[in-house]
């Protein structure tokens, strides 16, 4: 399978799951006919049927917790929420119960469930519709959080996700749908917790994920032009996160940057900082840089929203000033 | 407690086909009202064909039409007092022309320009919820709220089929009723929700059904008959006002266009259906009504139809002529007393654009 977009390798990797293993199945809200609001269900429904490519009543609260329920009985459900903003409406069943099963039944129960969702910016939706909300469920003890930001990763890790005993939040981004890569022949599962370098370098380590791996990547190539040697890691899991690859990159480069699309403040990106600041300190010649989204909600207007979400200028500067050429 | 009696399943109708059914009269409803009503309908109308032919020319964002479901929204916002609250889904994002909103504001929101934003409060027409029955709740509790103040107002509140089955809906109609809340709950029934039919939604055999279980009135009207829609919303206010609490009105229409600009209903719709609704579509049916009645002439509907147009006229080119929207603002709205940090962020913004803005 070489060039494929990072919509069709979602969906390969749902496809094969199911047509080797009849215990998995998906639903959501408009994913049959219409194949998903964002085409990457398409065709699915004509292959499996609609027991299992299965529309579902605008439940959110429903359709993750029937999910729940599906996986206790044995089920590989993947559950599709439409926009992440909603997966607001199944905070209870994801945080509360998906979460805590396997916990509070003294690892008796599990929950192998997949929830897909979409996010980001880049075409304004406005507010309720783009929102990188993945900080949130980092933040939860029994979730698993995938972010992959390439067609290769996000196959692979989706298999791995629907194998996976635990409840993992598998997050992609709107933008990187059409988004063309190779992919190997083969679906080869990625164990989660383990980092991907897309680029070596020796003066900055960026720590970059979803869409901004790619923005990452473009300022990189900028730096190498005014002489600064950029590495980009890409964690692809959020939870477990490769904390190993990130400490080793930055005991070799001296210095990082973190960069997502959310919100700085309180964002992902703290944590990295400060597991690099506990293990790496005496390797640090200058603070981490942080990359993200002023604290604002989503703006609608074009022009603000594109303001308001970073870009690889926004990349390339936090690298400048950590290497101090501003 | 008073006893809550099963909905009806037979559609309440007022105007008839011309064929077999005849044509009623609405009580009360003198020819001004009538034409009144066609005015708003026409309106409601030219603004949303006229978006569409926006969208194409790139002038306004992604749209969600609502062609065919302007006789449930002019007829239930006729039921109501200016005082009483609307709260449209993005459905009825142009509910606010009827309380004499400016269209240049609405096309603005959809032109993602602050001069899109309208204090709620001015037109008692709350903000536009695009998250599904998120809004079900919010009518609940101002309603609640105003009859807490000793207010007589009460609120209407549109959401569509399929959020019927969002939990928010439930709860929000649940407690509207164990509160007594003067709210009307407004479902509007066209038969879709994107891709998913309403037989893919629920098992109950009518929307109306619900009702029951919350203890109150379900009322099923055919929701492309302006009359009957404002008569069953009229009932349902005077009950709201009495004390007697919410009234759940099923409005059955059928979504004639597609879900929203970005759509393409190809793939999951009927489009013979599609043509066939076309041809029963809501202002007509009672354009044809009014002049069986001899009501409306054909200068006067010319005129009223020409008078839309030029609003629509005056609105985009009042909306186009905003000046560009300042950056600043992203960081002013968000708190009523913005955090230091985005003090900070601000005056950063501003510095960047050399205090150009704003
Ligand atoms: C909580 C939530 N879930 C999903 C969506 C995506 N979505 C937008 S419109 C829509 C269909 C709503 O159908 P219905 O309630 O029948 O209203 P209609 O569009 O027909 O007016 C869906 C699922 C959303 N906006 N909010
Ligand atoms: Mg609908």
Redo the contacts between chains.
Sequence with gaps: MPETTYREAVRDAMSEAMRRDESVFIMG??I????G?MGVTQGMLDEFGPDRVR?T??????IVGAGIGAAMAGMRPIVEIMYQ??TT?AMEQIVNQAAKHRYMSGGQLKVPLTIRTQGGAGW???A??AQQLEAWFVHVPGLKVAFPSTPEDVRNLLYASIYDDNPVIFFEHRTLYGLKGDVPEEIEPVEFGKARIHREGEDVTVVATGRLVHEALAAAEEAEGEGISVEVLDPRTLLPLDEDAIVASVEKTNRCVVAHEAVV?MGFGAEVAAIVQERAFDYLDAPVGRVGA????L??????EE??VPHARDVLAAIKKTVGKN | MAQIAAAEHELRRVIGDAEGLGDREVEGLSEGDLLALYRDMILLRTYDERSVVYHRQGRIGTYAIYWNHEAMQAGAAYALADDDWIFPSYRESAIGLLRGLPAATILSWWRGHPSGWWNPADYNVASICVPIATQVPHAAGLAWGKRLRGEDACALVFFGDGATSEGAFHEGANFAAVMQAPVVLLCNNNQWAISTPVSAQTRAETLADKAAGYGMPGVRVDGLDVLAVYEATREAVERARAGEGPTFVEALSYRAAPHATADDPTAYIDLERVEEERTRECVGRYEGYLRRLGVLTDEQAEQIKAEAADVMREGIKAAESEPPADIGLVFEHAYADPPPQLAEDLAELRRILGGSVG
């Design positions: 809200e408009d049959a006919e219409m194949g609001s529309n009543p605008i439940s959110e609260m429903a903003d909603f409406l304004s939706p406005g309720q519709h403040r002023k604290f604002s909600p703006p609608f207007a074009p022009i603000m303001y308001v």
